[in-house]
């Protein structure tokens, strides 16, 4: 973290004194003064900071002197231009020059004089320390510089293959599943049954619950399902809602509005009275900590005599006796993997299962005997070692050396966090730094992948790589720090772009206790907590439960140094109000603010306006209406967020933020019953001059083509959401289109008629012959929303388009929507709703090879489909809905041997009903029996009912 933090200033000030040297007089040579000690100190700083785990306390004190020595630095450079700079001047540097020169007084220049010889002196004395500890450090200097490095050129194993072993393939996890499995559908048709399933941190309590939840014959017994993560602290009430919605969402029912406003007791009553009339139900709790939630939840949990199965998961004994209190109840201890299941795991996660080379077999034994069988630390470790050259057995030497002693005799909780803060000491600076930050969030927090990366990017975390935008630097980070095992994708937004992550308890909580170390972060609740330092650099609030705490730590600290301010999601209102109005009063260098999800946030705050190096600004879901002009003050401004907000209009004063780069503007809007679309806002007829934009979206285009031309200008875009396309606008589009070569994401919607429907978009138009290696190469992602009289011929040549969705484009039966998809190399998604009017679908022999997910809705005049044998091969979902024409499964549906979920939904009454009669006599059973999940809609008395078809009898 230190060498990130230095190495940033240094780049500043070799900016600062190459532009504008000239303006400090005789303080130039202080300034290079201290720019060249901090340059000597770093290379020595890079391999100090491998062994800071380990060094003595000395050694630890410099490390901290440089990494406060640079931020001050960076501090004192921030002062000087924010003093300075003239928010109306032409450039960030001739600001500088215009109003320094203008300074009739010299008080200001002599505060700056103080501070920078103040910092020159600090230096000096760390200097002088630096050349006492090379030389008594320098022996070991070359074994650390060989741990800290890793081998960038040598990948002989693939890393998305090597490195990427689901979590859930964990070896030696069959038998203890079976036995879970055998205990939940134990003959007993009567009692609910408690199997509470204890272990350490680290251990898979949370893998092998998943997969037995998951199975198939677990799914088929229980047609009512949820599985709830806990953790520390609990809330309750927030918990039970979540509760609420998954059972619901389980059953495809509607989630009640009124639980929003509902106390925990009306929560757990409304809870309990669905799964009373629900049928058999199996729950899990994950990650419970206390026994007071036990006591708490059970309460809405009947017994309603079909032998209901709720599980826990938990790292303390005493919650799994207490929940397991009754005879028929069971508690499954958890233990470490055998050496033969963990050299099993060390190789599939390494070597692909291929098995360890010779030279390398001793040395390997060696590290993994110190994992002690814990899969998170075999998973950490290898991710580690399949880094190193496979060639070099010394490289794994080092690893191994740096585990012997340190880890004997301590307890296995302690070994492993040994083990994690190795896989960390191991990272290059920059990830370091990215892996710090993840200590803003909340344990069990979804973050944010899109979110987190723009952060790393304000923080200026994210470094430049020659054609490469810093968000697909980030995005890279991202996944070396997946490949690494150190955090978790949850989900993906496309193929290849991952949506949201998690970090592992026990990674937080490495990381959580080296960024207090570092003092990179300070979280709060609102309530009072004691601080690592009064120099608070990174303020984080998370939400609290407690409506009646009382806000503190302003009056105990300063803002002074504050460069981030980020909730994560809502505060306290009296809180939030409070404490954003002390941190934007004195904060006057921050470049961070992040206040997504502060919904009573109405305004802007004028004091805004005034942060010159404001980087970052996120409003997205507030209350936020307007944006006054004095938006356009912010001239280093990078990314303002203003999604799902009620902003409609921006002024014409955006136009100078010139270094803005994503410009996220709309508002979400149901179209029907089960989709939405989105509000654009109105933007200044010259929006073509914002160079830098990366991400605009959703600009509203009813104005005409004069806007539509606009985005022509913006060269550097990579998504683009449009909103209200006029028909007679779709060729000054297409046009616009063909300048934009690397663009990734379009989603284009047409304008709408008085009664809310779409109207025609006009898109079939030739595209210049440089989109040929341009646009159609790079698009990845298409979101069209609106009558098409004809499929876009362009469609077909979109080589790279991984996703495509088309809503309520009516074509009629003559425009085959399946014909320009056909080849696509690189197609995994396809959604149709309201797409196609004609009778019939018919997906070819060798076609769609690498779709996963297919998705048809509201094709009201579908009658039939085929699938040729030799069509989509790797299809894992299909989802048919609102289909009332259609009568039989779709032909040689039983080709689709890859085919995990079937989802049918209100189709043609004779299909309906062979369903609803199934048995494994039938034709129709025999076609999907090879499907893991099959969930179908039955009309009932009360009229139309969603449940699983496997397990509920009809």
Known sequence: MA???????????????????????????????????????????????TKEE??????????????????????????????????????????????????????????????????????????????RYQSEFGGATQAAESLATVNNTTWRYSRDDALLVEEAELVGIDHPKQQLISQLLERDDSQLKVVSVVGMGGLGKTTLVKKVHEDLGIRRHFPVRAFVTVSQPCNFQELLKDLTRQLHNDLKKPVPESIETMTAIQLKQCVKDFLQQA???????????????????????????????????????????????????????????????????????????????????????????????????????????????????????????????????????????????????????????????????????????????????AERFVGKREGMTVEDVGYNYLRELVNRSLIQVTQIFYEGIPYACRIHDLVREIVLSKAREQNMIAITTGQYTKWWSEKVRRLVVHSSSNNTEQHQESQCYSFNHLRSFITIESMNPLI??????????????????????????????????????????????????????????????????????????????????????????????????????????????????????????????????????EIGALTQLRRL?????????????????????????????????????????????????????????????????????????????????????????????????????????????IQFCGSYQGEGLCFKAGGFLKLKDLYLKKLEKLRWMEVEKGALPSLQELSLDTLPLLEELPLDIQHLSCLRKLGLYELGSQLMEKLENLNEETEDYRKIAHISEVVIELRTDEGWKRCRLWGKKM
């Open 576 to 709: 939030s109000r409070t404490l954003l109005s002390e941190v934007l009063k004195n904060s006057r260098l921050l470049k961070v603010l992040d206040l997504s999800d502060e919904e009573t946030l109405e305004e802007i705050p004028n004091e805004i306006f005034n942060l010159y190096h404001l980087r970052h600004l996120n409003l997205c879901r507030t209350g936020v209406k307007v944006v006054p002009n004095f938006i356009g003050k912010l001239r280093n401004l990078e990314n303002l967020d203003l999604r799902e907000t009620q902003v409609k209009e921006l002024p014409v004063e955006i136009l100078k933020l010139q270094k803005l780069e994503h410009l996220v503007v709309y508002q979400k809007v149901d179209v029907s019953d089960t989709t939405y679309g989105y509000h654009g806002f109105k933007a200044p007829s010259k929006l073509g001059g914002l160079l830098a934009l990366q991400s605009l979206t959703t600009i509203d285009a009813s104005s005409g083509s004069v806007v539509v031309k």
């Open 279 to 457: 049928g058999r139900y199996a729950i899990v709790f994950d990650d419970v900590w206390d026994v007071e939630f036990w006591n708490a939840i059970r309460f809405a949990l009947p017994e309603n005599g079909y032998g209901n199965r709720v599980m826990l998961t938990t790292r303390k004994a005493d919650v799994a006796s207490a929940s397991c209190n009754k005879s028929q109840d069971y508690v499954y201890k958890m233990v470490p993997l055998s050496f033969e299941d963990s050299w099993t795991l060390f190789c599939n996660k390494i070597f692909k299962g291929n098995g360890c080379p010779a030279h390398l077999t001793d040395v390997a034994k060696g590290i993994l005997g110190k994992c002690q069988g814990l899969p998170l630390a075999i998973l950490a470790i290898s991710g580690l070692l399949a880094l190193k050259d496979l060639n070099i057995a010394e490289e794994w030497e080092i690893v191994r050396r740096s585990l012997v002693g340190e880890l004997e005799g301590s307890g296995m909780l302690d070994r492993v966090k040994k083990i994690l803060s190795l896989s960390y000491n191991d990272l290059p600076s920059h990830l370091k730094s990215c892996l710090l930050y993840l200590s803003i969030y909340p344990e069990d927090f979804e973050i944010p992948c899109g979110r987190l990366v723009q952060l790393w990017s």
């Open 54 to 131: 380990d060094a003595d306390p000395r050694l630890q004190e410099w490390i901290k002197q440089v990494r406060e020595a640079a931020y001050d630095t960076e501090d004192v450079l921030d002062e000087f231009v924010a003093r300075f700079a003239h928010h109306h001047a032409t450039g960030f540097y001739g600001s500088v020059r215009k109003i320094f020169n203008s300074v009739k007084t010299l008080r200001a220049r002599r505060k700056v004089a103080e501070q920078i010889q103040s910092i020159k002196a600090r230096v000096k004395n760390i200097s002088e320390g630096h050349q």
């Open 721 to 829: 959401g449009i909103s209200n396309l006029r028909r007679e606008d779709g060729k000054v589009l297409c046009s616009s289109l063909a300048t934009l070569t690397s663009l990734r994401q379009l989603n284009i919607a047409s304008i709408r008629n008085d009664g809310g429907d779409y109207e025609v978009m006009d898109l079939n138009h030739s595209l210049s012959s440089s989109m040929r290696s341009s646009f159609l190469q790079s698009l990845r992602m298409l979101v069209l929303r609106g009558r098409l009289e004809m499929m876009p011929q362009w469609i077909a040549h979109l080589q790279s388009l991984a996703r495509i969705d088309l809503y309520w484009s009516g074509l009629r039966d003559e425009e085959d929507p399946l014909a320009p998809l056909h080849h696509l190399p690189n197609l995994v998604t």
């Open 3 to 49: 060498e990130t933090v230095l190495s940033f200033v240094l780049d500043q000030l070799s900016i600062f004194l190459r532009e504008e040297g000239r303006l400090l007089g005789g303080l130039r040579h202080e300034v290079q003064l201290i720019s060249d000690e901090l340059g000597h100190m770093r290379a020595f700083l890079r391999v100090a900071e």
